[in-house]
């Protein structure tokens, strides 16, 4: 539960942060790390998934 509680609130702050750029009006920047924010976020919820998968299987086999 804790990893899920993690990765959504480092997507949240991803969020934020370009809220914040097109609030600002900085396109330039919003466009330099948007695909960079993209990827990443990807990587966090397929990381976050695989730990908890992981979790899960090593608690059904102790529990068996």
Not at 32 to 61: A, E, H, K, R
Request: a neutral charge; glycine letters at 8%.
């Amino acid at each position: 539960m804790l990893v899920i509680t993690a990765c959504a609130i480092a997507i949240g702050f991803q969020v934020n942060y370009s809220n914040c750029i097109v609030q600002v009006g900085d396109w330039f920047a919003l466009m330099d790390t948007s695909g960079t924010s993209t990827l990443l976020s990807i990587i966090l919820l397929i990381s976050t998934f695989v730990l908890n998968g992981v979790s899960l299987g090593m608690y059904y086999i102790k529990n068996k």
